[in-house]
């Protein structure tokens, strides 16, 4: 092989992790659109409160929100990192994006604690039931994330690190965390920006 690696002929042209990837996010996609239309569909349901727009706390929820859009520039550094071989750059990138990753679930976990406190939980009204269960699986998601690019990091620490004909594993990691953080954006579109609002009618 002459110390190079030979390309996967594949007859989309696509490598098959890489459409295996494609795919998997393509059901994700179904998934969460499932969960944010009940959402949508049952925001005005509550007939006892606490309401959205009595316990939704916008400007905490807005950092962790750019905390973890950020951790998507540090993942396309990552990957850039390795690209070029620049081994002590992809293992701060990547540690970086894990880092972003961690401090927006615990700010999650923050702000749930909260709305316990507060008397909101998943069996309190329909918003609870809706808006733990969305935010919830969403969170379950990052933490997948997290770990693996953890698992990455380690890698990374290796003596000869991610060399660059393995950029593909740093590559399907970055997809799966920009994918989570595209459905952040919506979620925090849908259920802080818009539901925040008071109901323009309350029955009155």
Known sequence: MNGHKVSEQTTTGINHRKMLIW???ASECLFFGSFITTFLLYRNASVVGPYPHEILDIPVTSV????????????VLAL???KRGDRIGARIWILATAFMGATFLGFQVFEFYEFVQHGLTPRTNVFGATFFTLTGFHGAHVTVGVIWLVSLWVLSMKKN???IERSLDVELAGLYWHFVDI???VIFTVVYLLTALPPLTNGG
């Open 161 to 163: 690190g991610i060399p």
């Open 80 to 82: 850039a990192a390795v």
């Open 64 to 75: 962790s929100t750019f905390v973890l859009l950020t951790s998507s520039l540090a993942m």
């Open 183 to 185: 459905v952040w954006i």
């Open 23 to 25: 795919t998997f996010l």
